[in-house]
C-alpha cells in the first residue's frame, strides 16, 4: 500500500498545478513525503488556530449535526449553540455583519424551538384526558357551512381534516350529532387509500376549522413525538365513536324485542 501510494505522490509531483501548491506550502517538489506533507499541514494548522477559530470551528461541527439531525427539537438546539459560536468568532475577529447575523439567528431559532415544544406539551396534555383541539388551532384555516350542506360522503377522497367551532352538524349513517369542539375526517388521514369513513351533514349554520393532511404530515415530521400523541388522541376519538355505535345497537336490539305477555 505504502508503495502504491509513493507512486501516486510521485506522479502527482510531475504535475505543474500541484508542483505549484506544493511550492506555496513551502514543501520541495523534488524532495517531498507524505510526512513532511502530513507535517506542514499540521505546523500550518497550529500556525493559524487563534481563540477565533476555535469558536469558528466548534460552530461548523455543530452546523454540520444540523444537516445530520432528523427531527427538528435537537435541530434546532444544534442550529442555536452553532449560531452562539460563530456570533463569538464574528466579535472576536471584528466581522459585524457575520456577528449580527449568526447573533440574531439564536432568538429566532429559540423562538421557533419554544412553539415546537408548546405545541407537543398541548398534545400530551390532549392525550391525558384533555379533548379540546385548542392546541392545533394556529394551524388550520376557518371555513363556513350552511344548513344543508354535506361536509364529506362516506368513500369520497379525503385531504383534509376538520374541528367543528360552531354550529351542528350530523353523522348521517350513525344518526350521531357533533356538538363544537368535535374532531371530523381524522380517520380519514389514518385509513391506507385516505377514504371518508362516514357521511357529515351541516344541520344547523355554523363555523369549522380545516388543516390539510399534508400540513399534519410536515408537523409529524418535525417532530415525530407529536405524531405519536396524535395517534393516541385519534385512537381514542375512535373507541369513542365505536362505543357510541354499539350503544347504538344495543338500544336498538331492546326496542325490537316484543312486549312480555301479561
Not at 84 to 104: C, D, E, K, R
Not at 145 to 152: A, P, T
Not at 213 to 219: F, G, H, N, S, V
Not at 220 to 248: D, V
Request: net charge positive; hydrophobic share 50%.
Amino acid at each position: 500500500m505504502s508503495i502504491m501510494l509513493d507512486r501516486i505522490l510521485d506522479a502527482a509531483t510531475d504535475n505543474l498545478r500541484f508542483a505549484k501548491i506544493l511550492v506555496q506550502m513551502g514543501l520541495d517538489p523534488n524532495n517531498v513525503t507524505w510526512d513532511a506533507i502530513f507535517n506542514r499541514l499540521l505546523e500550518l494548522f497550529l500556525h493559524n488556530i487563534t481563540l477565533a477559530n476555535m469558536f469558528a470551528l466548534i460552530g461548523a461541527i455543530f452546523f454540520v449535526a444540523t444537516l445530520l439531525t432528523h427531527t427538528m427539537v435537537p435541530l434546532r438546539v444544534a442550529n442555536m449553540i452553532g449560531c452562539a459560536f460563530f456570533a463569538i468568532f464574528g466579535a472576536l475577529t471584528g466581522a459585524v455583519t457575520t456577528f449580527f447575523l449568526y447573533f440574531l439567528m439564536i432568538p429566532i431559532n429559540a423562538y421557533r424551538l419554544r412553539q415546537m415544544l408548546a405545541l407537543v406539551k398541548k398534545a400530551r396534555t390532549a392525550t391525558q384526558g384533555d379533548m379540546s383541539m385548542e392546541w392545533l388551532k394556529p394551524f388550520m384555516t376557518d371555513r363556513k357551512y350552511r344548513k344543508g350542506d354535506i361536509l364529506m360522503r362516506k368513500g369520497d377522497a379525503a385531504n383534509e381534516m376538520l374541528l367543528t367551532v360552531t354550529g351542528k352538524f350530523r353523522v348521517v349513517e350513525i344518526n350521531v350529532e357533533l356538538p363544537p369542539g368535535r374532531l371530523m375526517g381524522e380517520l380519514g388521514f389514518l385509513t391506507p387509500d385516505n377514504r371518508r369513513t362516514a357521511t357529515i351533514e351541516c344541520i344547523e349554520d355554523g363555523r369549522v376549522l380545516t388543516i390539510s393532511y399534508e400540513k399534519l404530515l410536515e408537523i409529524y415530521f418535525q417532530n415525530p413525538q407529536f405524531g405519536y400523541y396524535f395517534l393516541i388522541l385519534t385512537s381514542q376519538r375512535l373507541l369513542e365513536n365505536l362505543a357510541r355505535a354499539e350503544a347504538i345497537i344495543a338500544q336498538n336490539k331492546i326496542a325490537r324485542q316484543p312486549p312480555l305477555a301479561n
